[in-house]
């Protein structure tokens, strides 16, 4: 049985680190180490951490100053000593057949990256879960690439849920200090991968907790997805893959418009100093947009509108709010 990773970045989840560890020392899949990093916590994580490794061989653990979790992952792969690497979240929870179930569709479909499907839990209930289907999915990296854009894309674009040949990782590192640092390593990760495979299995529990970032109200860490933005349409670009750059201008220019139109009850942070740091980051990456990218018609228009004033992004923003929601009806 080869070696697999699993890397769990641990920053002031004691109420939920049990739940988490117990569930990789539960998996069918038995030769696993699990790193531990305790990233700076305050609460009892990291003495839970000690727990585990004092008692059970396979946990590793690494105590630092809190870095966030992009650094956590980095040190965790750094520590690895296996030759797949999986990820599970402090404050998640795996399923047994988790590693196992993953290794198994990997190897037998000659894969580079196998992913399974995340099971969202809020309050205890499953709130997503589908029929599962058999048989795998197989998709190259370009083809993963572009599932990166579909609707669905928070699941290929998270690095949970997912099973890694090691090598993968070589020469790449999740962006220090970022909160979005799936997005900004997954599609770089595809990019060198032959061969992906999808499963329907519901192996991966997600749970809603309130204390992630990403529940929270919007604040100025979120404003990271454009950088990671940036750096991706520069890296389609730069490989010539210039569909895939359009689309990432138009996700940006989306994505832009609706931060323009958050109504203060929806920000944490200082409103005016969000909408400030937004201007400063589409007035230095508008012009790039309009001359290197295909914008659809619409955006466009309210892109060059823009110069006259930044309102237009706002404007489109509203358009787009009222278009998600009559869809939804």
Same mark, same amino acid.
């Given at each position: 049985?080869?070696?697999?990773?699993?890397?769990?970045?641990?920053?002031?989840?004691?109420?939920?680190?049990?739940?988490c560890?117990?569930?990789?020392l539960?998996?069918?899949y038995t030769?696993?180490?699990i790193?531990?990093i305790?990233?700076?916590?305050?609460?009892?994580?990291?003495?839970?951490?000690?727990?585990?490794?004092?008692?059970e061989?396979?946990?590793?653990?690494?105590?630092?100053?809190?870095?966030g979790?992009?650094?956590?992952?980095?040190?965790?792969?750094?520590?690895?000593?296996?030759?797949?690497?999986?990820?599970?979240?402090?404050?998640?929870?795996?399923?047994?057949?988790?590693?196992?179930k993953?290794?198994?569709?990997?190897?037998?479909?000659?894969?580079?990256?196998?992913?399974?499907?995340?099971?969202?839990?809020?309050?205890g209930?499953?709130?997503?879960?589908?029929?599962v289907?058999?048989?795998?999915?197989?998709?190259?990296?370009?083809e993963?690439?572009?599932?990166?854009?579909?609707?669905?894309?928070?699941?290929?674009n998270?690095?949970?849920g997912?099973?890694?040949k090691?090598?993968?990782?070589?020469?790449?590192?999740?962006?220090?200090g970022?909160i979005?640092?799936?997005?900004?390593?997954i599609?770089?990760?595809?990019?060198?991968?032959?061969?992906?495979?999808?499963?329907?299995?519901?192996?991966?529990?997600?749970?809603?907790?309130g204390?992630?970032i990403?529940?929270k =109200?919007y604040? &100025?860490? @979120?404003?990271?997805?454009?950088?990671?933005?940036?750096?991706?349409?520069? *890296?389609? %670009?730069?490989? +010539?893959?210039?569909d895939?750059?359009?689309?990432?201008?138009?996700?940006?220019?989306?994505?832009?418009s609706?931060?323009?139109?958050?109504?203060?009850?929806?920000?944490?942070?200082?409103?005016?100093?969000?909408?400030?740091?937004?201007?400063?980051i589409y007035?230095?990456?508008?012009?790039?947009?309009?001359?290197?990218? =295909?914008?659809? &018609?619409? @955006?466009?228009?309210?892109?060059?509108?823009?110069?006259?004033?930044?309102? *237009?992004? %706002?404007?489109? +923003?509203?358009?787009?709010?009222?278009?998600?929601?009559?869809?939804?009806?």
């Amino acid at each position: 049985m080869e070696k697999i990773s699993v890397i769990v970045p641990v920053y002031n989840v004691e109420k939920y680190l049990h739940r988490c560890v117990d569930s990789l020392l539960s998996q069918s899949y038995t030769n696993i180490e699990i790193v531990l990093i305790n990233d700076g916590s305050a609460d009892r994580s990291g003495e839970i951490c000690d727990e585990y490794a004092q008692r059970e061989p396979r946990v590793k653990v690494l105590h630092q100053e809190y870095n966030g979790v992009a650094d956590a992952r980095n040190k965790g792969v750094a520590m690895a000593t296996g030759d797949y690497i999986i990820f599970l979240d402090g404050d998640d929870e795996a399923d047994k057949e988790y590693v196992g179930k993953l290794y198994k569709t990997l190897i037998e479909n000659d894969l580079d990256i196998a992913q399974c499907c995340l099971l969202r839990i809020r309050n205890g209930q499953p709130i997503n879960k589908l029929d599962v289907k058999d048989g795998v999915r197989i998709f190259n990296g370009m083809e993963m690439q572009m599932k990166t854009f579909d609707r669905d894309r928070y699941f290929c674009n998270v690095v949970c849920g997912k099973l890694f040949k090691k090598g993968l990782f070589e020469g790449l590192s999740f962006p220090y200090g970022r909160i979005n640092e799936d997005e900004s390593m997954i599609y770089l990760l595809t990019f060198r991968s032959k061969r992906v495979g999808i499963i329907d299995d519901y192996l991966y529990y997600y749970h809603y907790n309130g204390d992630s970032i990403t529940e929270k =109200k919007y604040n &100025i860490h @979120r404003l990271d997805a454009f950088y990671m933005l940036e750096e991706k349409f520069a *890296f389609y %670009k730069e490989q +010539g893959l210039e569909d895939f750059a359009n689309k990432t201008a138009n996700e940006y220019f989306s994505q832009m418009s609706i931060v323009f139109c958050h109504k203060k009850e929806e920000i944490a942070d200082d409103y005016n100093a969000i909408k400030k740091k937004a201007k400063e980051i589409y007035k230095k990456d508008r012009k790039a947009i309009l001359n290197n990218a =295909k914008l659809r &018609i619409d @955006r466009r228009v309210f892109c060059i509108l823009s110069y006259i004033s930044i309102g *237009f992004v %706002k404007m489109y +923003g509203v358009l787009l709010k009222k278009i998600v929601r009559s869809r939804k009806r």
